[in-house]
């Protein structure tokens, strides 16, 4: 596979704002130059942290409930105490977008971490101040080439493993095997990592949810292997509610290399169409199926945005 200019789910277009953008780190909203953690913080030392990425439309953070609902059990899940409800980091959100003066096409990364440790080592029990809370906002849209041009995946040896080695429902910041996906899809010339699950079947990619259309149909991974996605869920949601036949299925690159239609779906990109899986092209640049869910996304968020 020939690698030419390279995109990923997560390109923007470029905005001189962000270089002075405000972030909030435990209470205070401060300059990016002068916003730091220390180094024996546990999320820079060990990944011991979770985040959200939410994006701001029109004054509302699009399904930010659902956002919670997964920020909160993951923590809980691992024993991090947030330090706060979800109330209370809707009102950290507010005052860092207000500090900003962000009000739409915004991305949240919302960090959680143990927090500082007091000796360089593993056990959760050496972090003893209290969590880590780091909010950073963006002004973020993506390049219009996502859609013109899609996303080139190719297939890594690197797999989403066993919910008893590291569950990938986990939004955590120990993000290495990801990373390694991400490698190794570049070294073959791709944009992204199509990884598969441990019995070999389609999963997810590195950074997002992957969905197939073929003959008219809808299919997506069990999810047993892959992040919860909250727009994966979404449009699994809206595929039911437009009778749309929807299925969440084990199913091989047989069947997606032979798909009409691919994309991927993500908090940022929203629905993003994939061009080719390792070297093979995927459908036509008509993409009905992909158009018409991303109609239908569209709408639903400005529903949620006029409540």
């Known amino acids: ?29 401060v300059h990016r130059d002068e916003a730091k953690v220390s180094v024996y913080d546990s999320g820079f030392m060990l990944g011991d942290g979770m985040w959200e990425g939410m994006r701001l439309y029109d004054g ?5 409930d659902e956002h919670m609902d997964r920020f ?14 979800k109330a209370g980091i809707a009102e950290a959100m507010r005052k860092t977008a207000e500090a900003n003066g962000m009000t739409t096409d915004v991305h949240c990364r919302l ?11 593993q056990h959760p029990g050496l972090s003893q101040s209290g969590p880590t809370l780091v909010i950073i906002m963006e002004h973020s849209k993506p390049v219009e080439a996502l859609q013109s041009k899609g996303i080139r995946l190719a297939t890594v040896p690197q ?26 899809a570049e070294q073959a010339g791709a944009d992204e990592a199509l990884m598969l699950d441990p019995y070999g079947f389609v999963n ?17 991974s069990t999810g047993d292997y892959c992040m919860n996605g909250v727009t994966r869920q979404k449009v699994i949601d809206l595929c039911r509610t437009n009778d749309i036949p929807v299925f969440e299925k084990n199913y091989s690159l047989y069947e997606a290399y032979g798909a009409n239609e691919a994309f991927l779906t993500g908090t940022f990109g929203a629905q993003t169409p994939v061009a080719a899986i390792d070297g093979k092209p995927i459908g036509s640049d008509e993409r009905p199926m992909t158009k018409r869910i991303q109609t239908l996304y569209k709408a639903l968020i400005k529903e949620e945005v006029s409540r």
């Open 1 to 29: 596979m020939t690698r030419d200019t390279s995109h990923s789910t997560h390109t923007a277009t470029d905005d001189d704002r962000n270089r002075n953008i405000k972030i909030y780190v435990n209470g205070d909203i």
């Open 204 to 220: 997810t990619t590195n950074a997002c949810n992957f969905f197939i259309v073929r003959r008219g149909e809808v299919w997506t």
């Open 60 to 64: 509302t953070w699009a399904f930010f």
């Open 111 to 121: 960090m959680l971490t143990r927090g500082v440790k007091t000796k360089p080592f």
């Open 72 to 85: 909160f059990n993951s923590c809980k899940s691992v024993s991090l105490d947030v330090g706060m409800d």
């Open 159 to 184: 797999v989403r493993g066993l919910p008893m080695a590291q569950d990938a429902k986990y939004n955590s910041h120990s993000k290495l095997n990801c990373v390694i996906a991400c490698l190794q």
